[in-house]
Structures are given as structure tokens and as C-alpha cells.
């Protein structure tokens, strides 16, 4: 990292978040709106902080009934069985299908929860105005934004599932009230970790350097 690189906000200039053209500002204060598409322009997206806490702790609420209430509900001979997520694992596992287990746990149990660690940490970090490891934690950003689409895997596994059991008369399976709550905390944390500005990261640093607030 050179540090005597200049940012684009030290040099009056603002990338629009939605066709990325770059535009001179002459009053950063009210950049107004991007002549090219008509977005309003900001050189950070606005309230990110805010937001992201916000998104996190209503994903936070949601991961409790997601993880309490049962996702599938099974009915063998008229015998009513309800499974949560973890139970769902347990069965598996017990039945000797561990990939099975090993994907569900991965997918439902792990990565949605690494990943709201991971978006409450980087937030703490920048709250705090840490100055600590700006590259990895950067690095850290992109694989919480790359990992949030397959936390969904497990809403496709209980669909096969319901669709496989569904074909047999014995047996039916339908999909318990946790879905639901699974499914809006996989989509809030990504909302959370879209809403994040990364360069709230770098800011602290810059601002460290040149001994005065950047921009
Ligand atoms: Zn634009």
C-alpha cells in the first residue's frame, strides 16, 4: 500500500454507485445527481453504519426463530414429526447420510452466522476507527459479499426434499414456519453486507496520515 495515494474524494471526484462514471464535484456537500443516469450521487454510501446495524440486528431476531422453530414438518402413516434445523442435521448424521448433514450444517448453520460475525466485527472495526490490518479486513468484506448466496442452498435442499418425499404417497413433508425466518435472514445479511462501505475502512487510515479529515 502507498499511502501518499490519493483518494478520490481528496481530489474532488465521486464515482456514481449505480453506471460507476466518474464526475468531477465541485460541491461535495450537495454532489447532486450523476448527468449520465440521473442516480443521486454520494462519495460514501449514506448512513452506512447505521444501516448495517440496523440490518444486523434484525437479522440477528429472526436467526432465533429460524433456528427454534421447526423447517420441516414430516407426517410417515399419520405419525406428525417436526424438525428444526439442527435436529434436521442430527437426523441426518444418525442416518449415516453426514454429506447431507455436513451441507446443511455448512450452509444454514455456519455460514450465516460467520457471516454476521464477520459484518459485526468489520462494523465494530470501523466505529471504533481501528487502524488494525486494513487489507485483510477489506479482504474479509469481499468473502462475506461471495459466500451470501449459498447460505440459500439450504432453502433449495428443503424444496428437493419436500418435491422427493412429495412422490411417495407414504410419507408427506412440508416446510415449517423457520423457513421463512431462514430465508429473510439469509436476504438481511446480504442487504447488510451491500450496505457496508468498505472505504469507511480505508478513511480512518487516510484521515490517520494526513492528520486532518479527508474529503
Ligand atoms: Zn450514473
Not at 424444496?159 to 431462514?182: M, N, R
Amino acid at each position: 500500500m502507498n499511502p501518499r495515494t490519493a483518494t478520490a474524494r481528496q481530489l474532488g471526484l465521486m464515482s456514481c454507485h449505480d453506471c460507476r462514471l466518474l464526475i468531477e464535484t465541485r460541491n461535495p456537500q450537495a454532489p447532486g445527481r450523476c448527468p449520465r443516469c440521473g442516480a443521486h450521487l454520494h462519495s460514501r454510501k449514506p448512513n452506512s453504519l447505521t444501516r448495517v446495524w440496523a440490518l444486523i440486528l434484525a437479522a440477528i431476531i429472526l436467526y432465533i426463530p429460524a433456528n427454534i422453530l421447526p423447517i420441516t414438518i414430516t407426517s410417515t402413516l399419520g405419525v406428525k414429526q417436526k424438525d428444526t434445523i439442527l435436529s434436521g442435521v442430527i437426523f441426518f448424521f444418525q442416518t449415516g447420510s453426514w454429506e447431507i448433514a455436513a451441507v446443511i450444517f455448512i450452509a444454514s448453520v455456519f455460514v450465516p452466522f460467520a457471516k454476521l460475525m464477520i459484518l459485526i466485527y468489520l462494523s465494530l472495526s470501523v466505529q471504533f476507527r481501528s487502524t488494525w490490518r486494513p487489507k485483510d479486513r477489506t479482504a474479509l468484506y469481499r468473502l462475506t459479499e461471495s459466500v451470501g448466496r449459498w447460505s440459500m442452498v439450504d432453502i433449495y435442499v428443503l424444496t428437493i426434499l419436500v418435491a422427493l418425499v412429495k412422490l411417495g404417497a407414504i410419507a408427506t413433508i412440508e416446510a415449517g414456519p423457520a423457513a421463512i425466518y431462514f430465508a429473510s435472514v439469509v436476504v438481511i445479511t446480504m442487504f447488510a453486507a451491500e450496505s457496508f462501505d468498505p472505504r469507511l475502512i480505508w478513511d480512518v487510515i487516510e484521515e490517520d496520515y494526513d492528520g486532518q479529515p479527508s474529503g
